[in-house]
Every structure is written in C-alpha cells, then in structure tokens.
C-alpha cells in the first residue's frame, strides 16, 4: 500500500470536537480502554504504521491532547456536528495534501490494517470519498478518505444545514469499502459502552 499511497498525498486527521457530554465530560479520545495508552494515542501509532506522516487532531479544547505532538485544528462552525470537523481538517490541509484520512477518536480495536484498507481502496477506486462498512449495510462514515477538492462542496452542505456524512458521501459520487469484522469499528460513547469493551475481555492493545 505505501507504494501506492505515494501517488497520492493523504493526511490523516482525527475528529475529536464533540463536548463528551456521555462521557461525563472526559475526552472521549483520552479514554483508557485496556491499554496503555489512550483511544487517540493508539490510533495515532496506527496511522504512522499506514504510512501517513502528517496528521491533526480536530478539536475545540486543545488542552486534553496538547501532549500527543499533533498540530489541534478547531472547527470553523460550532455546533454543526462532525462534518465541521471534516470540514476544518480539509481547510487546514488545502492546497498540501489530495486527500485525507478521517478518523472519530473514540474507537478502541481499529488498526493499521483496517486504515491501510481504505487507503488502498481510495487508490484503487478512483472515488472522491471512500468509507468503511461493516455486515448489515452498517456504514461507518466518519471513517473515510475524502478528496480535498470537495472542501467548496463540503461547506456548502453545511451553510444548508445538513449535517449527516453517509447521506453527503453518497451525493459526492462515494463508495463503501466493506470490512467483515464489525468489531474493528466499535465506538466507545459513554461509559456503559466502556464497560461493556471491558467486561468483554478486549484491550485496546497495539
């Protein structure tokens, strides 16, 4: 895949603006899950080892994750949901990068080998976004790679309020990249979604 990747510029960014409210007000990408390290510095190794060597955090409150060594990016709206997110990492990378990786920063078993999948169906596919699906039709579209020129069409889906990603990717021409181990995409959101990883006997381990 890196060999591929090099036809291509792609970044990586990782959308960590929510207010944690479910979380009781902790930063959902400084969850321990396990392991010894936190939900973002996990997958933080994970892009690295997919051979993306540039990579943001979005997030309104940079404090949590001032330690991690990632350049923090703020939102350009508030309150207008993850497609900011996507929005403020595609303006940050403009004009640098063909595309980039998004991330959510709550998910505690995905790994360099489900990341390197999408990049590699990005290459392949020739498609202005690629996201992850899982069995059932579940789509799981804050995992993608998204083209930079659709920053302009990006931000006027949100000046029209719409605020879903999958029912926006489809508009934009984008494609499903199936995964069949749903596991590698759970999200921790709260803290029975933490307990229950845990009473499972997973560790989100390197």
Known sequence: MNGE??????????LAGGNARRMGGIPKGMIQAGGHLSLIERLVVHMIRSGL????????DKSPY???????VADKRMDAGPLAG????????????????????DLPALSAKEISALL????????????AE????AR???CAVIRSDLLGSLSAALDRGERGAGDLWRQLGGSAVYFDDPNAFININSPGDLDAWLAGGFRAGI
């Open 53 to 60: 060597e540039e990579i943001i955090i979005v997030a309104n």
């Open 120 to 131: 590699d169906a990005f290459v392949a596919g020739g498609r202005p976004v690629v996201f």
């Open 86 to 105: 996507i929005e403020a990492a595609l303006e940050y990378f403009a004009g640098r990068y063909d595309a980039v990786l998004c991330l959510p920063c």
């Open 140 to 142: 799981h579209p804050l």
């Open 134 to 137: 899982t069995d059932g039709s």
């Open 66 to 72: 001032a330690h991690i060594g990632c350049a923090i």
């Open 5 to 14: 990747l090099t036809k291509y510029k792609v970044a990586g960014a990782f």
